[in-house]
Each structure stands twice: as structure tokens, then as C-alpha cells.
């Protein structure tokens, strides 16, 4: 150990008297200051500008250190490569064209203490940096409240574990060569390779997860969000003693004299070993995480670990079936693999690692894209399905055909789109792709699909129907199929758990039937339908009853039981933009009470339009009934006399939703009034000021259960329209499908959808102004560049003097 720490030494002391390391210190110190602050500077002047709008919900840490494009420690490793090679690339070379290393052989040292001994100084050159990192990381942990210590920490541990390699990688390169630039350059060309690796042959299912798993690329970056796994930690280890040992072949073989043979035999093990074990430690079952995140965002929510841990009866296969023609096709080509395996599995497979991926390619006709039929106009499916693959890239005799697809699965109710199969223990569900921005589904639906996999039982949502009811398969305006059965749409109720039937009301309602919905019905009920009514609440069976203004005398004797009514008149809410019946209601505290969704909802000042809505008046009685949705006194009142110039939502049945992508700026806006004069408030003809209730919960116990029952003045906040206002309308969050799905999550007695929603992230502030970060930039930037350039100037003069 002395002579490393020698050998060291002298290699610090060449290093230290020489401008370039100083030099690298300084440009290091200057960029990072200049990437931190202005990183903080937009934290500020975020914080200022929209601390108090619901949408600004900065995690102060990620976005100072983890950001894609602007975070420090995420651009800093991109640069990292640019320093290290000028550091490396004299540590034997340079002894090599002056010829010293003959004086290093012929000293009582043995190579293993040079190889150690130079990579020894390159660790504290290495630390140096680090040192440098964790300047800015100090003013993190000071000036952000609540700062995420973990996440710093795992960073800065990552970076030193990448230099180190970086290191390892340029001595070896240093040991090829007596030319210090060629051996700069041959570590910039090596950097290159492990980090390009990847990306080789990733559509060849022999050697694509071999190439996959030797490359750098991306290494750091869980690191730095604060998960810490073996298979990284050992990767870096395994790099770091392939090429010390490497250096200590190449060195040695100066010393000795071995057939070729045996030197490239020597290469070769080694490079073999360390291949198999950073493969070995890649797969699943052997890996160990440690997620150092304050809230634990790379893992699981604790609901998902629950679920996964009670699926020990055997492996979960999941099927993906990819049509070469079909929707998202792009996105699981044979090269993408292992962005699936790695970037959306992986976080599964470690609380279950016999989850088993399968991939089926095949291809056939389907309704996506219609134009691909109609430029090939005369061409069979085949010669198109050629012709697509030609474009991809990808051999044709990958993919099944249509014949064959149909011995195997019947895609069609899926529309033959990208979806995967998921099967354990004998029963198998569809977890599906969707037409929004993420595509692929989140933990939600993963857990959802899961769960139903173990469930004995899951919720069925039966829609009634007969007389004239809101259909739960129509894309109409009215409609609700969009928020039932669209397998496209990510919050459908088919992709969070749930079942949806029909039910018609000239029947008894099947026991099956866990949640029946009655939504605006046109006509009156029958006797017969409506004694069956009666019979599914009197056994006790959940309920959502969705009304509008002018149906009071078709829905009030079916809610008189319950002690809830339908108030006469249409709730008005004036604006200058949109129609005056278009009303922002409130999320109460009891909402805020059925799920952690639901309490950041109201939280962050979210609301849920309501395009026409009867108020709601109730008293106690069999039933305790609380409100959910409320009106503001200020701005919203009863309008007793009908409105004018409005058209009837309930006479809107000839218009269809565009489902195909779901972009908010192609969401249609809600109906602007063609009336510029807005109704007023007239106490004559019996209008009303106050707040009124819009949806309330009706809960009490039936044959030793909860019975939950949910009663709407407005129906159309679930309609196809109505449930895709996601939008920002004058600083206010419309959020109808979240509180939509979150209502049946209640009435399923909260068992879908699957609760993954976290704790939130408390480092949202920064105890600095633009003057103080303005002391700091000049700390950063000038006064410690300058203070270390007068030092370094100061060494040299000395040592050159002496």
C-alpha cells in the first residue's frame, strides 16, 4: 500500500505542477456555477411567478439536479468525458516518450503498485471534482426547504463511480501509446463505443441484451434521481477492473516475453468474465435496489407492492402482440425491446422477478391510418405489410400472418392494436395502449391489471337502460362511452378495473351488477322497471343516479326513498366567455375524504364543470347523505325561469366526440352562449342565491355492508364532451374524468381504481432572491475561479523558481 500511495504522490506532484490540471479545475467550477445558477434562477422566478397556481408543483431538487435538459448533475455528465482524457493521457505515456519507465521497472515496484498508484491519483483528481459538485449541493441543502438529501447524495456517488471509470478506461488507453494526443484521442473513441454499445444490433434477439447491458449509456442517470441498484454499482466496478487489469497486461508484457496467443487469451478471459458478470447481475432476481428518494419515486407505490406480493402462485407472462400495421407500432419495434424490458418493467420485475415478457409480431388489416390502403390501392395485405417493414426495417419473417394470428388470439374486439395479454394462474386480462402523450400505461393501470388477475370478484358497472338512458358505447355528445368502455381513453373504466354491461330496466337487475348507473333518462319509468329500481337499492346495492334540469318529474320518485331531491330550475353561473349554465363547482371536504386523489384535487383548487345542472336539496334520514360537489354563493344562483337561447344538452344526440387523439387544443371548449345578454338575478321569480349542491354521497349499512350511493344534478360532467375538459380556464384546473373515475373508485368501495398516488414532495421552496443568488453567481463564477487561479498561479511561480 505505501508504494501505491508513492506512486501516487509523484503522479499528483506532475499533475499539480503542470497548468492543465488546474486549468480543468477552474473551466469545471465556472461551468457548473453557471449551470446551477441559472437553474436556480428559474426555480426563483418560477416560484414568484406561479407559487400560487395549482399547476406549479416544483420538486426543487429534481428540477436544480435532475432535469433532463437543465439539471446539473444530468448536463454535467455529458461533459464529464471532455475532462478526463486530458487528465489520463500522460499517466503512462508520458512516462513511456521520456523514457522514466525504464527508472519505474527498474525501481523495487511492481507493476500491479503503478497501475494502482497512478489510478490511485486519478481517484483524488476524481475527488476534486466531486468536491466541486458538492459546492453547489451544500447551497442546495441550505437554501431549499426540505431538500431531498438522498437524491444529492446518490448523484454525486453515480458521478464519482463514472469518473473513476472514465479514469480506469484513459489509463489503459495511455498504456497503448507514447503519443499523449493519440491516447486522448483513443479515450475519446473508447468513451464513445461503451456508450454508443447499446444501441448495436438491438434488433437481434441473440446479442441484444448483451450489448445492451455493456453500455454506459444511461448508467448514472437512476443515480441521480436516487436509486441506487447492484447491477450499476457492480457495471462500474466491473469496467474499472477490466481496464486496471488491462493496463496490467499491457504493462507487464513490456517485462516478459508470451506467445501471442497467451497475451490475447489473457484479454479475452477477462473481458469474458466481466461480460458475464455484469449480464448475470443485470437479470432479474439478482439485483438489489436502495431508493434514496425522499418519496421514494422510483419505486412502486406500497399498494403495488402489496398486489405483486400476493400474486405467489406462479409467473406472470405478459404477451405483447404488435401489429405492423396497427397504432404505436414505432414504439415496439424489435430495437426498442429493451427501453421496455429496462425502462417500463423493470421497476415491477424487481417486487416480482418471474414477470415473463413475450413479444408476438404479426400484421393485418385495422382501422388505424386508413390512408395506408388507400396509397396502395390495388396491392394485397402482404405486399403492403412488405412494404411497412421495408420502411421499419424489420424482416418480414418475423411477423405472423392473419391466418395464423387467428389459431392463436382473436385481436378483433381490441381493434388489432398494440396491446399486451397478461396471464397468471389460469386467468389472463388486456392491458392496453392509449391515445394521449405517455401511450404506454402507468402503475394505475398495471395494478389495476393485476389485481383483477387475483380478485375472486371485480366491480361491474351496469349501465340502464330502456328508457332513453345516456348510452355507455356511443361516442355521441351525450354519450358516455368514452368514459366506460373507450379502450383508448387511459381513465375508461375498462382500463381501471372495472366490468360495464348493460342492463335493461324491464328486467331484474343481475346479481353481477356491483354499481348500476341511471343517466338522465327521457321517459318515465315503467312500473316494472321501476319496482326493479327499487329491489337492486333495497338489497343494498351501489348506485350512481345522474339527473339534468326539466327531468325532476322523472327522477325524483325514484330518489324520494333515498330523502334527496331534484331542486326545479337550472343553477347559472354569468361570464363574459361561456354559457351562463355552465357552472364551476367545488370539491368539499368529504370528497377530499374518498381518496388521496380526490384530497389533491381540492388541494390544488380544482373544480368540475357542470353544463347544466339542477341543484339538490336533502334531508337525513335512512341515509347519510353529504355533498360532494358545491356551487360558490358569490357567483352561481337557482334560476327558477328557463333560459333562453340555450339549446337542450339532452336534444344534442347527432354530434360524435373526436377520440382519436386526446390533445386539450383539440378538445372542444364548452358551448359558448349565442345570448350576449346573461341572465339576472331576479327574487320575483323565485330565484335563489346561496350554495347549492350539485352531487352528494348517500351512505348507510344494509345486510351487515355500506351501501354507497351517488346522486348528480348534471349528468353531462361525465359525457364524452364533458369528461375531456382537462384545461386551464382563467387560472382555474377542470378535472371532470379525475373526479369521474374516482366516484366509481367510491362506489366500488374503493378497490379500483388501484391508489398509487404518493406523498408529496415538500421541496417546493427556495429561501433565496434574485440579489442574494446574485452574491452566490458571483461567489460561483468569479471570487473561487479567481481564488484558485491565484493559487495555482502562485504554486507554478514557486516550483519554477525553485
Known amino acids: 500500500m505505501k508504494k501505491i500511495i508513492r506512486v501516487a504522490k509523484m503522479e499528483l506532484n506532475t499533475l499539480f505542477y503542470s497548468p492543465i490540471a488546474w486549468f480543468l479545475l477552474i473551466i469545471f467550477l465556472v461551468q457548473c456555477g453557471i449551470q446551477f445558477s441559472d437553474g436556480m434562477a428559474r426555480v426563483i422566478q418560477n416560484q414568484e411567478l406561479y407559487s400560487k397556481r395549482f399547476w406549479y408543483n416544483s420538486f426543487v431538487t429534481a428540477d436544480l439536479f435532475e432535469d433532463r435538459y437543465r439539471g446539473l448533475f444530468t448536463t454535467i455528465t455529458s461533459k464529464l468525458y471532455l475532462y478526463l482524457p486530458l487528465i489520463t493521457m500522460g499517466l503512462i505515456s508520458r512516462e513511456t516518450s521520456s523514457g522514466t519507465i525504464k527508472l519505474l521497472y527498474s525501481s523495487p515496484l511492481k507493476v500491479r503498485d503503478i497501475v494502482l498508484g497512478k489510478f490511485a491519483a486519478m481517484i483524488f483528481f476524481s475527488l476534486l471534482l466531486i468536491a466541486i459538485l458538492s459546492i453547489f449541493g451544500i447551497t442546495a441543502i441550505l437554501t431549499v426547504e426540505s431538500v431531498d438529501y438522498g437524491q444529492i447524495l446518490s448523484g454525486l456517488f453515480g458521478l464519482f463511480l463514472l469518473l473513476c471509470t472514465y479514469a480506469a478506461i484513459g489509463l489503459f488507453m495511455s498504456c497503448l501509446t507514447s503519443h499523449q494526443v493519440v491516447a486522448a484521442l483513443s479515450t475519446f473513441v473508447a468513451f464513445a463505443l461503451f456508450a454508443y454499445i447499446g444501441e448495436l444490433w438491438q434488433d437481434n434477439d441473440t446479442v441484444r441484451e448483451f450489448t445492451y447491458y455493456l453500455s454506459i449509456a444511461g448508467r448514472v442517470s437512476k443515480m441521480i434521481g436516487g436509486l441506487i441498484s447492484s447491477k450499476d454499482v457492480l457495471y462500474f466496478l466491473s469496467i474499472i477492473f477490466m481496464f486496471l487489469t488491462f493496463s496490467y497486461f499491457k504493462l507487464r508484457a513490456s517485462r516478459e516475453s508470451k506467445p501471442a496467443f497467451v497475451r490475447i487469451g489473457r484479454y479475452l478471459a477477462v473481458f469474458g468474465g466481466v461480460s458475464m458478470v455484469i449480464y448475470f447481475s443485470s437479470r432479474p432476481g439478482f439485483i438489489a435496489y436502495l431508493d434514496v428518494s425522499a418519496n421514494k419515486a422510483h419505486t412502486i407505490s406500497s399498494n403495488g407492492q402489496k398486489i405483486l406480493a400476493g400474486m405467489n402462485k406462479g409467473p406472470v407472462e405478459i404477451t405483447a402482440y404488435i401489429n405492423l400495421l396497427g397504432e404505436n407500432f414505432g414504439s415496439g419495434l424489435p430495437k426498442a425491446r429493451m427501453n421496455d424490458v429496462e425502462g417500463r418493467w423493470a421497476r415491477y420485475v424487481r417486487f416480482k422477478s418471474d414477470i415473463r415478457l413475450n413479444y408476438v409480431y404479426y400484421y393485418d388489416s385495422t382501422a388505424y391510418d386508413p390512408l395506408i390502403y388507400k396509397e396502395n390501392k390495388g396491392k394485397s395485405l402482404q405486399q403492403i405489410a412488405e412494404q411497412r417493414a421495408k420502411i421499419y426495417k424489420v424482416g418480414m419473417s418475423r411477423f405472423k400472418t392473419p391466418a395464423e394470428m387467428e389459431k392463436i388470439i382473436d385481436l378483433e374486439p381490441e381493434g388489432k392494436r398494440y396491446v399486451m395479454r397478461v396471464s397468471y394462474n389460469g386467468r389472463s386480462t388486456y392491458l392496453r395502449l392509449f391515445r394521449d402523450q405517455m401511450i404506454f400505461p402507468n402503475e394505475q393501470e398495471t395494478m389495476a391489471a393485476f389485481k383483477r388477475l387475483t380478485d375472486d370478484q371485480f366491480p361491474v358497472v351496469g349501465f340502464l337502460e330502456g328508457e332513453m338512458e345516456r348510452s355507455s358505447k356511443k361516442l355521441g355528445d351525450r354519450d358516455m362511452g368514452l368514459l366506460a368502455n373507450e379502450k383508448g381513453f387511459r381513465n375508461a373504466l375498462i382500463n381501471q378495473g372495472f366490468d360495464v354491461e348493460t342492463v335493461s330496466s324491464a328486467n331484474q337487475v343481475p346479481a353481477n351488477i356491483s354499481i348500476l348507473v341511471i343517466a338522465d333518462p327521457l321517459k318515465a319509468f315503467s312500473p316494472e322497471a321501476m319496482t326493479n329500481i327499487r ?49 364551476l363547482t367545488d370539491v368539499t371536504k368529504t370528497t377530499a375524504g374518498l381518496s388521496r386523489e380526490m384530497f389533491a384535487m381540492q388541494q390544488s383548487g380544482a373544480k368540475v364543470a357542470m353544463n347544466k345542472a339542477a341543484g339538490l336539496k336533502y334531508q337525513q334520514g335512512a341515509f347519510d347523505i353529504k355533498p360532494l360537489l358545491e356551487t360558490n354563493s358569490s357567483t352561481t344562483w337557482l334560476k327558477r325561469n328557463p333560459l333562453m337561447n340555450l339549446d337542450a344538452a339532452s336534444s344534442d344526440t347527432g354530434k360524435t366526440v373526436e377520440v382519436k387523439t386526446f390533445q386539450t387544443s383539440q378538445i372542444t371548449e364548452a358551448k359558448q352562449s349565442e345570448n350576449t345578454n346573461n341572465p339576472v338575478f331576479s327574487a320575483s321569480e323565485g330565484d335563489e342565491k346561496g350554495t347549492f349542491t350539485t352531487a352528494a354521497a348517500l351512505t348507510r349499512k344494509v345486510n351487515g355492508k355500506e351501501q354507497r350511493i351517488v346522486v348528480t344534478g348534471d349528468v353531462d360532467f361525465l359525457s364524452n364532451v364533458e369528461v375531456l375538459l382537462f384545461r386551464n380556464m382563467k387560472d382555474t384546473r377542470i378535472d371532470n374524468f379525475a373526479f369521474g373515475t374516482q366516484v366509481f373508485g367510491w362506489l366500488s368501495n374503493d378497490r379500483y381504481p388501484v391508489e398509487t398516488l404518493r406523498p408529496p414532495n415538500k421541496d417546493t421552496k427556495v429561501r433565496l432572491t434574485d440579489r442574494s443568488l446574485s452574491v452566490l453567481k458571483l461567489l460561483w463564477i468569479w471570487i473561487l475561479p479567481g481564488a484558485l487561479l491565484i493559487f495555482a498561479t502562485i504554486l507554478l511561480l514557486k516550483r519554477r523558481n525553485n
Do not use: H, S, W
Not at 339527473?547 to 326513498?561: D, F, R, W
Not at 337550472?570 to 361570464?575: A, E, I, S
Open 535 to 583: 329491489q337492486y337499492i333495497d338489497r343494498g346495492g351501489n348506485l350512481l343516479i345522474g339527473g339534468e334540469p326539466g327531468k325532476q318529474q322523472l327522477l325524483n320518485p325514484v330518489l324520494a326513498p333515498l330523502g334527496i331531491q331534484l331542486m326545479d330550475g337550472t343553477l347559472v353561473q354569468p361570464t363574459d366567455d361561456f354559457a351562463p349554465d355552465l357552472v
